[in-house]
């Protein structure tokens, strides 16, 4: 399937698991912090946190696709949260902004290789 056709989920882009820790820090904060990838897309990433990120936030994410090799920065916006009460997290998704061009391309080759 082509990864800019709507799949059945309605989806832009073929998300995989991406079972990874992550370092995120929203631009109106200067913490950064670790976070865990559930699923990554050439679009975006869904992650698991134990702090609650306003929609519309601008984001940097810092992603290591593979053991051992560069991370790369991509900058984001959150679109969506979910507060999980059981586990007292939220769920996120985050979609990276239309300049991330180059880390898009590698997040591509990255899926395609799955």
Known sequence: MDSFS????????????FKRSVRFSATHDERTASHIAQDLSQGGLRMLSSEFIPVNSLVSIQIQLKDREKVMDVQGRVVWVR???MAETYQMGLEFTPDAAFQRAMISEFIQSK
């Open 83 to 85: 507060y999980n009460p």
């Open 6 to 17: 709507r799949n059945m989920e309605g989806r832009r882009f073929t998300r995989v698991p």
